[in-house]
């Protein structure tokens, strides 16, 4: 394991201090994994979090017009009650908060847990549950999909939502509405290590590629042997737009493009990944509003990539549009 | 049966020693079919028990296994750590007001923690997770206690009922947690949160076996 790190149990602490310290928006609450806004919002407040491991999710997405809070658990692994508590009472402004909460068993029980202690100390908490991942079926009676890249718009959604001064039961309806029109799909190139464990998680052949990986490393729908950038775009798109195509219409109609690297995908390969999902996308006549190319939603060191799309309304465009000064995700 | 916190304590120590030297075992389990951070998380809950020993030992019963409760919750974080925390919170409730635990209350708390945890994780048996250990577990000693068997033969059939039901989720689909996603659901594989947590049902009985 070759890592720039000093302890591997320290790294979460470590790592939002150095945070903390580029940027002076926010403040790392210490030994609780949490960064939030230095100056409360005097709003709604949106909270977000998870395993770490997937920087710049979610710390990075704390600031105007996004997240008030974010928390951070260890590597892959969910935050604890308290942690999320103290998060919740950072973002707390007297209006309520929403928890925005990825689809995990672990993310699932820990921030429900911490919502119902929070109620008993007569906190308003609400919380959406994103499930954005369309390589794995839907279901009720199991966990189902589960939340990854399309998180990120959750965020900038609610957190514009919320910036405007809206309620939050308003602010919960953008955020379900967002759910309800994204979907993602990502495929894989090498395996990470979790520092404190020290050997890579799975192993992929030099020549092998996993369709539809999850972030944490979860397997996928498909191994196959490495395809051209054109055809990984288009085997994501089908999938994306088969999924749409169950329940909404997609074709002819705006969406928000986001090409989302792993980790140690270059960003030269992730521009040209989004040429050739562009250019799929005209040829399904899908119009592109707005394309995001970079790396927000990782998985360590991964090598790979996702592709989101969300479809737009006029609500949803001017959210998105709204001004955002997290790090992770600047709006000017 | 009569069991005291100095007991209970000491049966952590016991547990947390066998957590200790089980450490590649259950991370090659994990590794199969979860994140594989599940024995890391644990190990490291009950040695934070351990190192709080002397602090447990001076509580009430039910203040003991809320402080336990809140320890695991925190320190072992993930899924695990709120169950756990969600059990142990659960039997710090039904043990409000008692000095020691005998075998009639600790059906009462083994029942506690098992409906914490099916609440909490929304999980029935039958779906590869700890829950498959610990709920026939509870069966065998509520119907032991009924027929009156005598107290090493309740605690000896909820050892067995314990490791047989880890050993079962190895023929289990998943439908919570990580092995849920794999394409055959975790089927061929032992679940390790079944695994940790027979280990401690077992240690726990071999512990009254010998303090009896």
């Given at each position: 394991m070759k890592k720039i790190i000093n302890n591997p149990n320290d790294v979460v602490e470590e790592m939002l201090e150095g945070l903390s310290l580029a940027n002076p928006n926010v403040i790392h609450i210490k030994g609780k994994g949490v960064i939030s806004r230095k100056e409360k919002s005097g709003k709604v407040g949106i909270v977000s979090g998870g395993g770490?491991?997937?920087?710049?999710a979610h710390a990075g997405y704390v600031g105007r017009g996004m997240l008030d809070a974010a928390v951070s658990g260890n590597v892959f692994s969910s935050p604890d009650p308290e942690r999320i508590i103290e998060g919740i009472n950072q973002a707390d402004s007297g209006k309520g908060v929403l928890l925005v909460i990825k689809n995990y068993s672990g993310d699932l029980m820990n921030f429900t847990m911490a919502k119902d202690i929070a109620e008993m100390d007569d906190i308003l908490v609400d919380y959406v549950v994103v499930k954005d991942d369309v390589a794995v079926e839907d279901s009720t009676y199991s966990t189902g999909r589960r939340g990854i890249a399309g998180t990120v718009f959750v965020h900038k959604i609610s957190g514009a939502k919320a910036e405007s001064g809206a309620e939050l039961t308003e602010v919960k309806r953008v955020a379900e509405k967002t759910i309800e029109n994204v979907r993602s799909m990502g495929m894989a190139m090498s395996s990470c290590t979790i520092p404190a464990i020290g050997k890579p998680g799975f192993v992929l052949a030099d020549d092998e590629i996993e369709i539809g990986m999850g972030i944490h490393g979860e397997p996928g729908v498909a191994r196959t042997k490495i395809l051209t950038s054109k055809e990984i775009a288009k085997n994501l798109l089908d999938r994306i737009v088969e999924d749409f195509e169950r329940t909404t219409t997609i074709r002819n109609e705006e969406v928000a493009v986001m090409i989302n690297g792993?980790?140690?995908?270059p960003l030269m390969e992730l521009y040209i990944l989004n040429r050739d999902v562009q250019e799929c996308l005209t040829e399904m006549g899908i119009k592109v509003y707005k394309s995001f190319v970079g790396n927000?939603?990782?998985?360590?060191?991964?090598?790979g990539c996702s592709v989101t799309l969300l479809k737009l309304d006029n609500e949803l465009k001017d959210l998105l549009d709204a001004p955002s000064d997290a790090p992770g995700f600047l709006v000017k | 049966m009569n069991l005291t916190n100095r007991d209970y304590v000491a049966y952590i120590r016991k547990i947390s020693q066998r957590f200790e030297g089980c450490g590649e075992y259950i991370t090659a389990l994990d590794a199969a079919t979860g994140d594989g951070d599940h024995w890391t998380n644990i190990n490291s809950g009950f040695l934070k028990l351990v190192e709080m020993s002397e602090e447990l030992e001076t509580l009430s019963v039910s203040d003991m296994f809320k402080k336990i409760g809140m320890t695991l919750m925190s320190v072992m974080g993930g899924s695990s750590g709120v169950l756990y925390g969600s059990a142990y919170l659960e039997a710090a409730k039904v043990t409000k007001g008692t000095d020691t635990i005998t075998l009639p209350i600790l059906k009462n708390i083994l029942e506690a923690m098992l409906a914490a945890i099916m609440k909490r994780g929304n999980v029935q048996p039958g779906q590869k997770t700890m829950v498959d250990a610990l709920c026939p577990a509870v069966e065998a000693f509520s119907a032991a206690i009924d027929r009156n068997l005598p107290e090493a033969e309740i605690i000896e059939n909820m050892r067995k009922a314990a490791i047989k039901g880890a050993e079962s989720t190895k023929d289990i689909p998943a439908v919570?947690?990580?092995?849920?996603?794999?394409a055959n659901k975790g089927?061929?594989?032992?679940d390790p949160g079944a695994v940790t947590m027979s280990y401690q049902l077992d240690t726990l009985g071999e512990y009254i076996l010998s303090a009896l």
């Amino acid at each position: 394991m070759k890592k720039i790190i000093n302890n591997p149990n320290d790294v979460v602490e470590e790592m939002l201090e150095g945070l903390s310290l580029a940027n002076p928006n926010v403040i790392h609450i210490k030994g609780k994994g949490v960064i939030s806004r230095k100056e409360k919002s005097g709003k709604v407040g949106i909270v977000s979090g998870g395993g770490s491991g997937h920087e710049p999710a979610h710390a990075g997405y704390v600031g105007r017009g996004m997240l008030d809070a974010a928390v951070s658990g260890n590597v892959f692994s969910s935050p604890d009650p308290e942690r999320i508590i103290e998060g919740i009472n950072q973002a707390d402004s007297g209006k309520g908060v929403l928890l925005v909460i990825k689809n995990y068993s672990g993310d699932l029980m820990n921030f429900t847990m911490a919502k119902d202690i929070a109620e008993m100390d007569d906190i308003l908490v609400d919380y959406v549950v994103v499930k954005d991942d369309v390589a794995v079926e839907d279901s009720t009676y199991s966990t189902g999909r589960r939340g990854i890249a399309g998180t990120v718009f959750v965020h900038k959604i609610s957190g514009a939502k919320a910036e405007s001064g809206a309620e939050l039961t308003e602010v919960k309806r953008v955020a379900e509405k967002t759910i309800e029109n994204v979907r993602s799909m990502g495929m894989a190139m090498s395996s990470c290590t979790i520092p404190a464990i020290g050997k890579p998680g799975f192993v992929l052949a030099d020549d092998e590629i996993e369709i539809g990986m999850g972030i944490h490393g979860e397997p996928g729908v498909a191994r196959t042997k490495i395809l051209t950038s054109k055809e990984i775009a288009k085997n994501l798109l089908d999938r994306i737009v088969e999924d749409f195509e169950r329940t909404t219409t997609i074709r002819n109609e705006e969406v928000a493009v986001m090409i989302n690297g792993l980790g140690s995908s270059p960003l030269m390969e992730l521009y040209i990944l989004n040429r050739d999902v562009q250019e799929c996308l005209t040829e399904m006549g899908i119009k592109v509003y707005k394309s995001f190319v970079g790396n927000y939603m990782t998985s360590l060191e991964m090598a790979g990539c996702s592709v989101t799309l969300l479809k737009l309304d006029n609500e949803l465009k001017d959210l998105l549009d709204a001004p955002s000064d997290a790090p992770g995700f600047l709006v000017k | 049966m009569n069991l005291t916190n100095r007991d209970y304590v000491a049966y952590i120590r016991k547990i947390s020693q066998r957590f200790e030297g089980c450490g590649e075992y259950i991370t090659a389990l994990d590794a199969a079919t979860g994140d594989g951070d599940h024995w890391t998380n644990i190990n490291s809950g009950f040695l934070k028990l351990v190192e709080m020993s002397e602090e447990l030992e001076t509580l009430s019963v039910s203040d003991m296994f809320k402080k336990i409760g809140m320890t695991l919750m925190s320190v072992m974080g993930g899924s695990s750590g709120v169950l756990y925390g969600s059990a142990y919170l659960e039997a710090a409730k039904v043990t409000k007001g008692t000095d020691t635990i005998t075998l009639p209350i600790l059906k009462n708390i083994l029942e506690a923690m098992l409906a914490a945890i099916m609440k909490r994780g929304n999980v029935q048996p039958g779906q590869k997770t700890m829950v498959d250990a610990l709920c026939p577990a509870v069966e065998a000693f509520s119907a032991a206690i009924d027929r009156n068997l005598p107290e090493a033969e309740i605690i000896e059939n909820m050892r067995k009922a314990a490791i047989k039901g880890a050993e079962s989720t190895k023929d289990i689909p998943a439908v919570r947690g990580r092995a849920f996603y794999q394409a055959n659901k975790g089927v061929g594989h032992l679940d390790p949160g079944a695994v940790t947590m027979s280990y401690q049902l077992d240690t726990l009985g071999e512990y009254i076996l010998s303090a009896l």
